[in-house]
């Protein structure tokens, strides 16, 4: 019976522990110069920050500053604001987020596939190889079929309905809500800004 109580105790800490945990969402894109400063400065400190994953629950939205419409036939027109190689690059990450569960691994991907400029779909190829050696044909696979449109698609709704409404990229909310502070903080270095939340 104390052993029991014990595991109950333990499961209860676990949950709050969890419970805790700030769920952040970056709204992105993946031929946007603003977004991979962001990722190879702010997000780059957090992979090296063997901590950050205990305070800091990241989610990632490849879409932006789109548009997307259903048309007669069903097929879906994606319209992005870098064009349609970045429309691409977009599901490529989205496809890349979904095979990949834990955090770390999310984020090493990222940090890795929007590392250099792309003028070509080759070039997202080609670094894609070298960012997922093991998985990159399945991601490949997805991202020029109809798992790659319908995640898109799924990113889309989530921006396109986000209130108040995205005005630039990247975007962050904090526990699904935009604050100006917050945003600006993140942007700027998000291990400092997580340091603060936990102290405050």
Same mark, same amino acid.
């Given at each position: 019976?104390?052993?029991? @109580?014990?595991?109950? &105790? ?7 522990? +969890? ?36 305070? &800091? %629950?990241?989610?990632?939205?490849? +879409? =932006? ?10 097929? !879906?027109?994606?319209?992005?604001? @870098? =064009? ?20 770390? %691994? /999310? ?39 109809? /798992? =790659?449109?319908?995640?898109? $698609?799924?990113?889309?709704? %989530?921006? *396109?309905?986000?209130?108040?409404? *995205?005005?630039?990229?990247? $975007?962050?909310?904090?526990? @699904? ?8 903080? !993140? ?5 400092? $800004?997580?340091? +603060?939340?936990? /102290?405050?």
């Amino acid at each position: 019976m104390k052993n029991f @109580h014990l595991l109950l &105790v333990l499961i209860s800490t676990l949950q709050i522990s +969890y419970s805790e945990k700030i769920r952040v969402s970056l709204y992105i894109e993946s031929l946007c110069p603003d977004t991979t400063r962001f990722i190879q400065s702010s997000l780059l400190k957090a992979l090296k920050t063997p901590s950050f994953d205990e305070l &800091v %629950e990241l989610r990632f939205i490849p +879409y =932006g500053k789109a548009s997307q419409n259903q048309q007669s036939n069903g097929s !879906i027109i994606f319209k992005c604001q @870098h =064009g349609d190689l970045e429309c691409f690059g977009n599901k490529l990450q989205a496809c890349g987020f979904n095979v990949l569960s834990a955090q770390n %691994e /999310q984020l090493k991907f990222l940090i890795c596939i929007q590392k250099t400029r792309k003028r070509q779909i080759e070039d997202f190829e080609s670094e894609l190889k070298s960012c997922l050696p093991d998985l990159w044909e399945g991601v490949l696979k997805c991202a020029n079929g109809t /798992q =790659g449109i319908e995640l898109l $698609w799924e990113n889309g709704e %989530e921006t *396109l309905n986000l209130d108040p409404k *995205l005005t630039y990229v990247p $975007w962050v909310t904090v526990n @699904h809500k935009f604050e100006t502070k917050a945003h600006e903080m !993140i942007e700027r270095n998000i291990v400092q $800004w997580a340091s +603060y939340q936990e /102290q405050n």
